[in-house]
Structures are given as C-alpha cells and as structure tokens.
C-alpha cells in the first residue's frame, strides 16, 4: 500500500532556531499533501495544505511566514518552523493523498 | 465545525467484538464516511471508509444507517493491541480531513 515517510521523527531544538522537517509519499505521487499539529491529549488540527509547484494554503490562525511550506516535486513536501519557541513544541504529521489519505509517522519537535 | 459525535471513550474485552457508534446527521450526499485510528505518538492508521453500502475488510466492518445519518464501526476480535483512538470522519473525495475528538479504545485483558 502506499507509504509516506515524515523525517525526523524526534527533534530537539534551541529558541530562536528554525527545524525543517520532510514529508516523502515513497511509492506514489502526491500533488497534494496536508500538515497536522498535534498538542498532548488533543485531536489532530489541520495546519495547512500543501500543493505541488504551487503556494500552500494555510487554516484560519495558522502564521505562513512561521510555518514556511514547500512542496517542490510530486513526491516531497517540507514543513519549516521557523523562530521556534517553546509553544511551538508539538507533534507534526504530514498525510499525502492518493486514491485514500495516508499519514505519516509524525515528528515530535521540542523547543528548549 | 464538528460533523460527527463520538463517545469520549469506551473500554472493551480482549476477544470481544468492539462496536463504534459515530453520528453524523449533517453529512451531504458526495461525503464519505472514514475511520481513522491513531496508536499513541504514531500518525493515524486508515481502518476503512464507505459511502452507502456496508464495508468489510480484514481490519473492521463499517455499518452505515440507510438515512447515512449514523454509523458504526466494528472491530470483530478486539485484541490489546486495538488499543488506541479511534476518529470518525465525514469528508468528500479528495478533500481535506478534518478531526473531530475521536473515542479513545481501551480493551482489557
């Protein structure tokens, strides 16, 4: 089936520095692809969504100059927090879409 | 905008079917009806999804109410490792997912 590969899958990272973090749909093409926050004990929220050679779309509160998305090729999209802070600590998931909606393992950033 | 109500939680027996009520009374007639699951600190595991017709594979069985305003997802032999958050979606092919509150699944021993 398809598989989507998110990297890194933990990060620490010092305030104030910026983490890039990729999202990788390995066996099938995604010109579309979505990023989720996860906080503890909460549901996934839509953070934006990610379209192939073109700008992402962003949920309403979501800063796009903080969460910089790129999604330059069919098969690779990447999510850079930019300035992290403390509140920026989280779980990330990026999801691809193909004939369903597949996620990736997701990547714990915590800012010190 | 929640589009489905789950129950916050539910405990099941190991080898014991467990049973997954979902409303969703405000679906349109092009959404789909998707379950999800999320095993804690690892991204959401696709169950199964359906439009109309009641849906089986080798994970679960989902049963959709003839008004589509409900329903249920079964998973036949709970076992400990079913454990984990189960999410109930509405949504349209190829739109975005939107997460409600999901039930969280205990199964017991």
Known sequence: GAVVSQHPSRVICKSGTSVKIECRSLDFQATTM??????????????????EGSKATYEQGVEKDKFLINHASLTLSTLTVTSAHPEDSSFYICSASDTGYTFGSGTRLTVV | DAKTTQPPSMDCAEGRAANLPCNHSTISGNEYVYWY?????????YIIHGLKNNETNEMASLIITEDRKSSTLILPHATLRDTAVYYCIVQAAGNKLTFGGGTRVLVKP
């Open chain 1, 34 to 51: 979505f990023w989720y926050r996860q906080f503890p004990k909460q549901s996934l929220m839509l953070m934006a969504t990610s379209n």
């Open chain 2, 37 to 45: 699951r999320q095993i804690h600190s690892q991204g959401p595991q």
